[in-house]
């Protein structure tokens, strides 16, 4: 099954039966039941042994007691059939478990995969709201919590079921009466189960919730390591761990306690039971309506049947536990926040010519606009900065560029074409981003530069190299570009992740560049060897430069002056200092600063 399919199923199931996460479940094996039926059948060969053993052993018992050539039949026969059934238990356990574990793992591997593809289509401003190590925990823990349910239930629950089932029926057979006596024990399982499965579910539900935010505090902390380590910040942050660990063991604690409560409180009445039972078989043997052997299986037929109420019992929490991961699982597979793309107009070139027609935006949770009636028109190969104060609305406006968020008011248009009704996918194609912090992953340097192009050849991967600045450090490494960049670039400078951020945009051949505080964060060496190789890279090409460094945009055709959310000043570096205006008053207090 594609992927792409199964990920339809889930969602189609989460929207359609959202409060019924039992249905949920069931709707993500649709098309594999079959498995499950097979499966069933050699659980029950693998089980058999157990399944018969009391009633072979009273056959046993009632034959001895009898004598003669009669006990010697019985034995015989008895303990051949018990042989039978011990022979084949292991080729029965290899099937089962080979048809069950098809199915779950595939499951649980198509799951993850759905939830990785729907976080790829997510939103920008989704991702910037969600913390990574919530998402993380869906995959991880969650899936693995949804798993654990599916074997429960396909397995445990047919265990239980068969159990009961085939024990029920032998002593239906043997004995209506005990049967009965049987049957009491269902109600009393019910009630148990019904008074303790909201504090169950409210619990689970509950620590669930405090395991995500432990998760991403986790990340964070890890992340942080550095600058704790710089500020002398150890015991502050092992304090504040320490007080989020221990409300989580809280949590844990208080869903344990209710966990705990409720086997108990089910186990002691089901005692109840068996003794009753014992004593009930007991008398009827005393008065000969049983024969005294049948007391052994009655005994064991009863413990069975009150030991898988026990089991149905104390799948209470496992089950609650999982659907509760469904749910979760489903709010991030049926997010309607993603980029819609199907319909819209496929680019298949970027002459790179843009218009900010009275552009505004505002978050979803804010109530001022952050750009506000913006325009700005931008010729093909035209190098324009972007330059303000904090909070004037940089970021927002470079992602309005790269189609991340859409204007809420007004039109950006794309070569003439409303970007709103362009395929974004499509569109990115031609667009390369430097961004301030390159994100690197671990990898060989050769893969963080050819990142999404596979098949690009050597000869492009070094002119790009070589466009970027690179070659003196390549040659200095142990194993050229195949060495290993660690964790975010940890053995790299910041020059050198920001160059190989360079050159990951040249060997794309882009037609538009976005650069974000590219420099702003480097020695003046380092900025020179990246002004040079972003010089290369702008070449013939539109560009976007966002700088808090104003001597950095010297070059550029124009220089645009963004204050809350307006372009209040344009024109190159000399037009505006020439001016005296805002730009000129940024510059003067930036070359006094320095």
């Known amino acids: 099954m594609k992927i792409d399919a199964v990920e339809h199923k889930y969602v189609k199931y989460y929207k359609k039966y959202k409060d019924k996460p039992l249905r949920v479940l069931l709707g993500f094996y649709q098309g594999q039941y079959h498995y499950f039926i097979f499966s069933s059948f050699f659980y029950l060969i693998k089980h058999s042994p157990a399944l018969f053993s009391s009633l072979l052993i009273a056959n046993v018992i009632n034959g001895v007691l009898e004598g003669g050539e ?126 303790f499965r909201g504090k169950i579910r409210k619990e689970n539900r509950a620590f669930r919730i405090e395991m995500e935010e432990t998760s991403a505090r986790v990340m964070e902390m890890v992340e942080m390591v550095p600058v704790t380590r710089a500020h002398a910040l150890e015991e502050i942050e092992k304090e504040r761990m320490s007080k989020q660990l221990a409300e989580t063991a809280d949590r844990g604690y208080r869903l344990d306690m209710v966990q705990s409560n409720f086997g108990a409180v089910g186990w002691v009445i089901f005692q109840v039971f068996q003794v009753g039972c014992l004593a009930f078989t007991g008398y ?17 037929s009863f413990s069975t049947v009150v030991n898988q109420f026990t089991s149905l019992i104390n799948l209470l929490p496992v089950v609650t536990k999982g659907l509760e991961s469904v749910s979760s699982v489903g709010e991030v597979l049926a997010c309607e926040d993603i980029e819609h793309n199907d319909g819209k107009e496929e680019l298949q070139s970027l002459d790179g010519e843009y218009e900010f027609r009275n552009v505004a935006y505002a978050y979803p949770d804010m109530d001022n606009d952050v750009l506000v009636d913006l325009n700005l028109k931008v010729k093909q190969g035209e190098t324009v900065a972007i330059v303000g104060g904090s909070g004037a609305g940089k970021s927002t406006l470079l992602n309005l560029l790269i189609g991340f968020m859409l204007p809420v008011g007004g039109k950006l248009l794309v070569d003439k074409k409303d970007i709103s009704e362009i395929n974004l ?14 994100l690197l ?70 037609r538009v560049i976005i650069l974000d ?78």
């Open 70 to 195: 009669a006990a010697k039949k019985a034995i015989f026969i008895n303990a051949g059939i018990w042989l039978i059934l011990l022979t084949i238990h292991l080729p029965a356990n290899y099937i089962h478990m080979r048809l069950r574990s098809r199915v779950t793992r595939n499951t649980e591997a198509g799951l993850r995969s759905a939830l990785v593809r729907k976080l790829q289509e997510l939103s920008i401003p989704y991702h910037t709201q969600a913390q990574s190590g919530r998402l993380q925990s869906k995959i991880m823990r969650d899936v693995e919590a949804i798993e654990t349910l599916s074997s429960q239930l396909f397995i445990n629950i047919l265990n239980i079921v068969m159990n009961m089932v085939i024990m029920i029926s032998i002593t239906a057979v043997k004995n209506r009466m005990i049967l009965v006596f049987m049957i009491l024990v269902a109600p009393i399982a019910s009630l148990t189960m019904f008074a």
């Open 284 to 300: 009827l043997a005393l008065g000969g309506s049983i024969p005294v052997g049948d007391i052994t299986f009655y005994q064991t």
């Open 425 to 438: 996918k499509s569109y990115r194609r031609f667009l390369s981003v430097v961004p301030q912090m390159p």
């Open 441 to 510: 992953f671990t990898g060989s340097l050769r893969d963080n530069i050819t990142y999404g192009m596979p098949d690009v050849s050597e000869e492009k991967v070094r002119e790009a190299v070589k466009a970027a600045n690179l070659e003196k450090m390549v040659s200095e490494l142990p194993k050229g570009l195949d060495t290993i960049v660690e964790e975010h670039g940890a053995n790299l400078s910041g020059g050198q992740r920001q160059r190989i951020a360079i050159a990951r945009a040249i060997i794309r051949d882009p």
């Open 517 to 594: 505080e590219a420099t702003s964060a480097l020695d003046v060496i380092s900025e020179k060897e990246i002004q040079e190789a972003l010089a290369r890279l702008i070449k013939g090409r539109t560009t976007f430069i966002v700088a808090h460094r104003l001597s950095t945009v010297k070059g550029a055709d124009r220089i645009a002056v963004l204050s809350h959310g307006r372009i209040v000043e344009e024109g190159n570096y000399t037009e505006l200092m020439e001016k005296k205006g805002a730009f000129y008053h940024m510059e003067s207090m930036q070359i006094s600063m320095s």
